[in-house]
Structure formats: C-alpha cells, structure tokens
C-alpha cells in the first residue's frame, strides 16, 4: 500500500530543504502547501515570534487536522519536528545501497524529516485506499533541536488527542520509547577575590580552588538506574599571577524519577554553596527546569496500540528507555500521554547520518497500522 518512490522522492525533497533551528520558513511553508493539498486544515502558531529570530519572520509550529471518517473513534496526534542539527545546508543526499546518505559534508536530516515523510505518507495511503480512520492531528515543531523550544510553546489548546506519537527515534518501527528522564540546568558562578598572586596571595580568594573543592565533592555521572548528573562547562581565571575572583559552572541532572531528580540537584546545589561559604567566596546558583520526564507504562493505551502496531507489521514491539529528551516529554508535560517510536534512522547528529529506504517505507506501514488499530480501539470498546 505504501509506494516506495514517492515516500523516497519526498524524503529526498524534504532533506534538500534547509531548515536548521530557527530556519523553519521555506520547510514550514512547503509542509503547509503539502498538508493542505491532502486534504488537511493546518494552522501555524504563533511559536516562532516568541522564540522570536534575529533574522524576521520566523515560522512557528504547524498544526493540521484530518477529520475523522469513524465517528467516535479517538483521535490521534502525530509529531515530528522540522529543524535539524548543522551542518544542515545545502544537504545533497546520495541513494546507494538501498539507502540514503549525505555526501559527508553536512547531516543528513532523517532526523526528523524520515518521521515527516512517513507522515505525509500514512495520509497519502490513507486518503487513496478511503482506510477508516478517526481524526488526526498533525504537529510539525520547530527548534527541537534547540532545547525543545517549539513543542514548549505549542499552542495546545488547539490539540484534542487522547494520546501521540512522536516520531523521533533510532533504532527500526518497533522500537517503542516509554521513558525518558526529566532534565535541569545548573549554572553557579563562584565570585572569590582578585590578589596578585606572588606578592600577595593571602588578600585572595582562589574561584578556581574553591571549585574543584566543590567539583570533587560531586558524586557525577551515571547516579543510579534512572538518574545522572554531569559537570561539563568550567571557565575562569585570567592570568597565573592573579588569583582568580571568578569562575562559572554548568552542569546538568536527569532522572525518570521526579523525587531523585530533586534530591541530585539540589545536593550539587548545596555542595556549591556550602564550600563558597567554607572558604569566604560568594556563590550564584540557578537550576533551571528545562523538561519534564516520559513515563507510560504497557498498559497506557498509547502503547498497547503501538505495540499491537508493531506484531501487525511482523515487528517484535520493543518498549525501551532513553537518556535524551525529546518533543515527547514535552507533550506529555501537558497530559498527553505520549510515546517516541524508532524510525530507523542511524548516525543522527554526524555527517554519517543515514537511513535505509526500507526503514521510510516501513515507518509509513507503521504509522498506517496505528492509525488502523486507534480506530479500531475505540469502536470495539464502544461495542
Ligand atoms: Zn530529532
């Protein structure tokens, strides 16, 4: 039902469209064009004049609806972004092997335009076969890879859907991401005194000293099952005979646990401020909350679909956990239970960056079968 040629055709239109973060118009545009051509209603929000561009014009995120043709059958929303990581311009992509690449000076971009195409796609096949379906709701973001700034602006009140799929992920169709950690930012300044450090280092207070003491006292990396913590950005100091008055921190805490999240972050919290304290320095220190945390569990109508899915396209459903954040958390933020599922793509984030045209195909035979089995759902259990 899927048609390999169009969805490779316009995998490889939607790359060759620039669209870094903040960059959205000229893809934003063109997808408004395409969903509306299918049939869909599609509003822009207003997004991007609140994450707001130097350059003018910025697009927001796009929101298009597919009305039902099941009454009563539950609707679904279906989540990819439009942005990519550079180097993302001029992207020239090279078919061989059954797959897709970037000629290795820039990313490729399946992250996300593979999760776009299959969305297009799933429609394109479901408008053609007349396939039974309740309403779709479908959300392009902007500046994911910019710390999720779109979805964080959605204009939710727009969106009706019990549950959504963000399509967003490694790993193939079938790969099914049910958690994924809460994330805050620490930034801490450590203001000690200026001395000339060979005539007379007993008037300084040493920013430097006193943040290793700090540092050393942190307990980093991977805290437990669920939780990590990373130091990863230390400046300071401006000559070797001056002691230095001033050095900035950031670091970062993550868990799928809310409590434990709060217990990391506010023990590095009190670690900074105790040992300022301890040697007379003063101490800034702000956490900033930058997502909330993804957790469904097998029993989550979200998931029992995708898994039902997954077994109808001869995958084994696999519910996984990751380390990253993604629209996903957001949405679920805003209490719609959401899931990230694997779309096949490999290498993201490198000029390697590549996926197999049968992975496109097979993520549009995905997002059709759960598209199928939510409208099924419902009409079942309405008897
Ligand atoms: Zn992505």
Known sequence: ??????????????????????????????????????????????????????????????????????PGAPAILLCAHMDTVEPGRGVNPIVKDGAVYSDGTTVLGSDDKAGIAAILEAIQVLKEQDLPHGDIEVVFTVAEEGGLRGAKNLDYKRLKSRFAYVLD???????????????????????????????????????????????????????????TANIGVISGGKATNIIPDLVNIEGETRSIDTEKLEKQTDRIVEILKKTAREFGAQVKVEKDFLYPRLKLDETDTAVVIAMEAALAIGRKPVLAGTGGGSDANILNGYGIPTVNLGIGMSKVHSTEEYITIDNLVLNAQYLLEIIKSAAKKRNSESG
Not at 209 to 225: H, V
Request: hydrophobic share 40%; with cysteine; charged share 25%.
């Open 169 to 227: 992920c490694d790993g193939a169709a079938g790969t099914i991401i049910t958690r994924a950690p809460a994330q805050y930012r620490i930034k801490s300044s450590i203001i000690g005194k200026a001395a000339h450090a060979g005539i007379s280092p007993e008037d300084g207070i040493n920013a430097i000293y006193i943040a290793s003491k700090a540092i050393s006292q942190m307990q980093l990396g991977r805290i437990d099952e669920e939780t």
């Open 1 to 70: 039902m899927v048609n390999k040629d169009r969805i490779l055709d316009e995998f490889i239109r939607l790359v060759k469209i620039d669209s870094p973060t903040m960059h959205e118009r000229e893809i934003a545009d063109y997808l408004k064009g395409k969903l509306s051509a299918l049939g869909l209603e599609v509003y822009e929000d207003g997004a991007g004049d609140v994450i707001g561009t130097e350059w003018g014009n910025p697009a927001g995120n796009l929101i298009a609806t597919l009305k039902h043709t099941v």
